[in-house]
């Protein structure tokens, strides 16, 4: 075997390089929706996001809306990889319940709202309401939001803690898809049970004083060039 060969053979059995880089993203908006007729109430900017079905007997659904700036923190050239979405539960609610992740189909916005529970406040301006994309001049197609209906990951939340939405196929697609067209990222909204009452999970905000306990996005990715190993 000549020495040309023998170094052919020992590339390919290490194999291609692999440049591996892990970016933990912030949500740059974040909100809740708070299920009332007339798009009174908000929580745009409270320490919490809710979702699930309250306590109460009529417009008690809550869901949370997340949105990462993917494009602003990747290389043009990056190829995604994985994501996982990593989220803390500060309980008030043991019960295993299911939350869902579905992407958002339009824009929306983060008003000044803030509440600290799960009845939100009174709508302010440019806030994301049951109605309202944006308050009170931009509505949804569909009250309740726009998003697509299969969920691109589930996770069930229990106790107090940390829990992670791991990556999936379709997750991925997700942050491909706001990576390559920023235009069409509107983030995800976080959907509970809302058959049953009194079953609302809730999650530390992007506003919550804790930045430790802030919703982060997980991205890996590699460069063109490096291989899978």
Same mark, same amino acid.
């Given at each position: 075997?000549?020495?040309?060969?023998?170094?052919?053979?020992?590339?390919?059995?290490?194999?291609?390089?692999?440049?591996?880089?892990?970016?933990?993203?912030?949500?740059? %908006?974040?909100?809740?929706?708070?299920?009332?007729?007339?798009? &009174?109430? @908000?929580? +745009?900017? #409270?320490?919490?996001?809710?979702? !699930?079905?309250?306590?109460?007997?009529?417009?008690?659904?809550?869901?949370?809306?997340?949105?990462?700036?993917?494009?602003?923190?990747?290389?043009?050239?990056?190829?995604?990889?994985?994501?996982?979405?990593?989220?803390?539960?500060?309980?008030?609610?043991?019960?295993?319940?299911?939350?869902?992740?579905? %992407?958002?189909?339009?824009?929306?916005?983060?008003?000044?709202? &803030?509440? @600290?529970? +799960?009845? #939100?406040?009174?709508?302010?301006? !440019?806030?994301?309401?049951?109605?309202?994309?944006?308050?009170?001049?931009?509505?949804?197609?569909?009250?309740?939001?726009?998003?697509?209906?299969?969920?691109?990951?589930?996770?069930?939340?229990?106790?107090?803690?940390?829990?992670?939405?791991?990556?999936?196929?379709?997750?991925?697609?997700?942050?491909?898809?706001?990576?390559?067209?920023?235009?069409?990222?509107?983030?995800?909204?976080?959907? +509970?049970?809302?058959?049953?009452?009194?079953?609302?999970?809730?999650?530390?905000?992007?506003?919550?004083?804790?930045?430790?306990?802030?919703?982060?996005?997980?991205?890996?990715?590699?460069?063109?060039?490096?291989?899978?190993?």
């Amino acid at each position: 075997m000549s020495w040309k060969t023998t170094i052919l053979a020992t590339l390919l059995l290490l194999g291609t390089p692999v440049l591996a880089e892990t970016v933990f993203v912030e949500a740059a %908006r974040d909100a809740t929706l708070i299920e009332d007729p007339d798009g &009174a109430r @908000a929580n +745009g900017s #409270g320490p919490l996001l809710f979702a !699930g079905r309250t306590s109460q007997a009529q417009n008690g659904i809550r869901r949370g809306l997340l949105y990462f700036d993917v494009a602003a923190v990747l290389p043009r050239n990056a190829i995604i990889e994985s994501a996982s979405l990593r989220m803390f539960h500060p309980g008030g609610n043991n019960a295993a319940r299911e939350i869902r992740l579905n %992407r958002v189909l339009a824009d929306w916005g983060e008003g000044a709202s &803030a509440a @600290a529970g +799960g009845g #939100g406040a009174v709508s302010e301006t !440019g806030d994301a309401t049951w109605l309202h994309a944006f308050y009170d001049h931009a509505v949804w197609v569909h009250n309740g939001g726009q998003f697509v209906g299969r969920a691109s990951s589930a996770q069930e939340v229990g106790p107090t803690g940390f829990y992670t939405w791991e990556s999936t196929e379709h997750l991925v697609q997700d942050v491909r898809l706001w990576k390559s067209a920023p235009q069409r990222n509107f983030g995800w909204i976080l959907i +509970g049970d809302e058959t049953t009452r009194q079953n609302t999970k809730k999650f530390a905000s992007r506003e919550n004083p804790d930045r430790s306990i802030r919703p982060q996005l997980e991205i890996a990715y590699r460069l063109p060039g490096f291989g899978r190993p």
